[in-house]
């Protein structure tokens, strides 16, 4: 089991910047792929970005290529999401994931563990 635990969501105007973190714990990620979803309100839970725990590869949805940077750091086996340039319509509840599958870890059904959630609210 992966037990993972976000934090670092918050209110924010647009323009501003938020770092969110996620905490792993249980497993060794270092076959892991990590990967960050977002749900705004009355829509569907959306891919972000994921990287690759084993050499740090990346992949972003084309709504935060440029603004949004996702890294690792090994040895707080914490994922972080750091989101600049924020706009109203990031405004959802982020969510982190993991899974030990080998895909390209964009959607949701590939990711085996989910944390509770944090809130990014962007005001304009």
């Known amino acids: 089991q992966v037990q993972l635990v976000e934090s670092g969501g918050g209110l924010v105007q647009a323009g501003g910047s938020l770092r969110l973190s996620c905490a792993a714990s249980?497993?060794?990620?270092?076959?892991?792929?990590m990967g960050w979803f977002r749900q705004a309100p009355g829509k569907e839970r959306e891919f972000v970005s994921r990287?690759?725990?084993?050499?740090?590869?990346?992949y972003y949805a084309d709504s935060v290529k440029g603004r949004f940077t996702i890294s690792r750091d090994n040895a707080k086996n914490t994922v972080y999401l750091q989101m600049n340039s924020l706009k109203p319509e990031d405004t959802a509840v982020y969510y982190c994931?993991?899974?030990?599958?080998?895909?390209?870890?964009?959607?949701?059904?590939?990711?085996?563990?989910w944390g509770q959630g944090t809130q990014v609210t962007v005001s304009s």
């Open positions: 994931a993991a899974t030990n599958s080998y895909s390209r870890g964009t959607l949701q059904s590939q990711y085996d563990y």
């Open positions: 249980g497993r060794t990620l270092s076959s892991y792929i």
């Open positions: 990287i690759r725990w084993s050499g740090g590869n990346t």
